[in-house]
C-alpha cells in the first residue's frame, strides 16, 4: 500500500473515490481504531473546509449510500457544523 505523501493527498485521492469522511481518517491513519481517528479529525476539517468553498470537494448527506446521489450537498453554516461534530 502507498505511503500517504501528506494530508492534502490523501483527502485529494478519497474524494475522488467519492469515500466517506470516516475512510480518510481510516486511510490516513491505517487502522481501524476510531479513537485514533479523532487526533486526525481537525486537520481534515480543516481542509475540507478550504477546499469546499474552492470546488475542490463536495460533501454530501445521506442516510443512503452512495451519498453523492442520494444526499444533499452540505456548504456554508451546516458544512462547518458537521465539520465540527465529532458524532459526525
Known sequence: MKEWAD???CLYI???E???LWAILSDWTKSEDEEEWKKH???FSRL?????PLGFIKVF??????AELSGEEVT?????????????
Open 7 to 9: 494530508d492534502e493527498y
Open 14 to 16: 478519497n474524494g475522488t
Open 18 to 20: 467519492t469515500a466517506d
Open 41 to 43: 479529525i481537525p486537520r
Open 48 to 52: 475540507i473546509a478550504c477546499w469546499q
Open 61 to 66: 448527506r445521506s442516510d443512503e449510500w452512495p
Open 76 to 88: 456554508g453554516q451546516a458544512l462547518a457544523d458537521l465539520l465540527a461534530d465529532p458524532a459526525s
